[in-house]
């Protein structure tokens, strides 16, 4: 009796098997949500919404981006990390979520454990700029000026554990300088006190400060990230100057964890292949930021590089969540 048992429990299994990969086959079959935990507008609804055109055209399905800003990110996060693994709940996340938060207070989720990688889509150049009333063209006058001047030197951020006050910090750290934290709630109130002259130096994102450096209302002097700028390749990197003070603000698609091995792999193809399409690479270059996908496996291997490299770097400055 257990042997027949047996063998009915085996064609079950093999039945709800060959359903299960009939599913996913057809995968999607109904709308995909597509999470974005910030307000519309910025640098990761800018991508959310160019790879959900994209892909709804291509699958014939709808991929809806919805935004559900809070908490640091982490509201939207929390969102997608208790969504079924069934494929359809995304999350467009920056690296924020996964390696800074973590370090500064208690989390909803654990960035190792509930999530499913699927790729990497963007990096957001980040530059260091100075008011003109800075006399300083460089990152080796900004340094000799702020040792010269150090209470003249005030640094915004968009809050507390952002990658604007980690930048500055680890420059701080790094250059033997103290420029003094001024935290804001988003960027957009300190590039405002920033052109009016209340703050002094600011490290940004790219796309947001273009138009005020090229009023002249900004002083560009370097960039941030690990390699210099395609579209301003003159622009040396702050670790040409100060070796590991380095940036990579980057962008990733992520899902509950479980999802299953086909599904992953459909994603990750379909959305490799809409940013190497001309017309996206160029409407995002357009915005200041650069497509760059990637393996599942190299996304998660960011992470966790990423993860101990700021986890130190908040240790030193000694960074606390507002």
């Known amino acids: ?178 420029m003094q934290h001024v935290p804001y709630k988003g960027a957009l109130p300190v590039i405002t006190d920033l052109i009016g002259g209340r703050l002094q130096v600011f490290i940004g994102a790219v796309n947001s400060l273009l138009p005020h450096i090229k009023d002249g209302k900004l002083r560009l002097i370097a960039s941030a990230g690990g390699k210099r700028i395609s579209s301003f390749p003159d622009l040396p990197t702050i670790a040409e100057t100060i070796p590991g003070v380095e940036l990579d603000v980057w962008l990733g698609v992520f899902m509950p964890a479980g999802v299953p091995k086909d599904i992953i792999n459909k994603v990750n193809g379909d959305i490799v292949r809409v940013l190497q399409l001309p017309e996206v690479k160029s409407n995002l270059n357009g915005q200041g930021i650069e497509a760059a996908p990637s393996t599942p496996e190299a996304l998660t291997n960011t992470i966790k590089e990423d993860y101990a490299r700021w986890g130190k770097v908040i240790k030193e400055a000694n960074i606390k969540a507002e």
């Open 1 to 178: 009796m257990s042997r027949y048992l047996s063998i009915i429990g085996m064609c079950f299994a093999l039945v709800f098997a060959i359903s299960s990969q009939a599913q996913n086959t057809s995968y999607p079959a109904r709308a995909v949500k597509f999470i974005v935990p910030i307000t519309p507008g910025g640098s990761n609804d800018v991508v959310a919404r160019v790879i959900a055109q994209k892909l709804s055209e291509q699958w014939g399905q709808p991929v809806t981006v919805d935004n559900r800003p809070g908490a640091g990110m982490n509201l939207g996060a929390d969102i997608v990390a208790k969504s079924p693994a069934d494929g359809y709940t995304w999350l467009l996340g920056a690296n924020n979520i996964f390696v800074t938060n973590p370090h500064m207070g208690k989390m909803p989720f654990d960035v190792f454990k509930d999530f499913t990688p699927i790729s990497q889509v963007a990096l957001v150049p980040f530059v260091l700029v100075v008011h003109p009333s800075v006399p300083a063209k460089t990152v080796t006058e900004l340094v000799a000026y702020a040792k010269a001047n150090p209470d003249k030197l005030n640094f915004g951020s968009s809050g507390n554990g952002s990658p604007q006050q980690l930048a500055t910090e680890m420059l701080n750290h790094a250059a033997g300088i103290q």
